[in-house]
């Protein structure tokens, strides 16, 4: 007579695991980018907020990787159409994203794939310095390259009159935030490289 078969532990993926930290780690990243939201200041002539978002927004792509990037970033835009204060300065609601801002917002989640394929291989390994700068850059370029055409197109500007108002006055800090941006990715690259994308 042959005994029963043992129990066997279910594996991760059975378990859901994954699931439930790749949906942690979106929130998290969500939360971030509010949070990073709140530390804004209005620059003339427009008074486009100057935040810590795009540090957020690019450390995103960096971490996660493009899907679950462009996931936390949609989540945060979620949150803020339902009515979360959630956008720069305790803005929220559709408006916000209709508006002169909203071009940039939009650039936070179109972002994530350019980024997160630059700076990882298929295989979810971290590229080197090069390319995480490229990367940085290049995510950059779409949130601006999206965001001064929309502000352009909302307050009747032109090209000119758009880039004083929406790119200009946040290179200095633009600098500084991509050096931040680009030091933390390298920082989490051995955690973001166990997952694929």
């Keep these: 007579m042959t005994p029963p078969p043992r129990e066997q532990s279910l594996p991760d993926d059975a378990r859901g695991l994954p699931l439930l930290r ?9 939360l971030l980018t509010s949070l990073a939201a709140q530390a ?27 899907r679950l990037g462009a996931v936390s970033m949609l989540l945060y835009l979620l949150l803020g159409v339902l009515g979360g204060a959630v956008f720069a ?15 940039y917002l939009v650039g936070f989640v179109l972002c994530q794939p350019v ?5 990882r291989r298929r295989d979810g390994a971290a590229r080197g310095w090069l390319a995480m700068i490229a990367a940085v850059l290049a995510g950059n370029a779409v949130v601006f390259g999206l965001g001064v055409p929309w502000l352009a197109l909302t307050n009747g500007y032109g090209p000119g ?5 929406g790119f200009y006055p946040f290179i200095p800090g633009l600098i500084v ?17 166990r997952r694929p994308w």
């Design 89 to 103: 300065q305790g803005s929220k609601g559709f408006a916000v994203l209709l508006g002169q801002t909203g071009g």
């Design 40 to 66: 804004s200041i209005p620059l003339p002539p427009d008074w486009v907020p100057m935040s810590l978002q795009t540090l957020a927004v690019l450390c995103a792509a960096l971490c996660l990787g493009p």
């Design 177 to 193: 935030k991509s050096i931040g941006a680009v030091a933390i990715g390298r920082l989490a690259a051995p955690l973001a490289s």
């Design 22 to 30: 790749d949906l942690l780690a979106c929130s998290v990243f969500a």
């Design 161 to 165: 009159r758009a880039l004083e108002g």
């Design 115 to 119: 980024v997160g394929m630059i700076a």
